[in-house]
């Protein structure tokens, strides 16, 4: 797994900074979707 996400560019966080330890990927703000999304009832 840890292959893995290093191969799509995730960084590890081990804690030290005070953030909890994670898998992190840095992405652009347009690449965000904030549309509201519509679910199916």
Known sequence: MK???KAR???W???S???PK???IEIDEEAVDTS???SVV
Request: proline share 6%; glycine share 12%; charged share 30%.
């Open 3 to 5: 292959d893995q996400l």
């Open 36 to 38: 509201p999304s519509m």
């Open 22 to 24: 994670s898998w992190w």
């Open 9 to 11: 560019s995730y960084r």
């Open 13 to 15: 966080s081990d804690g």
């Open 17 to 19: 900074d005070g953030r």
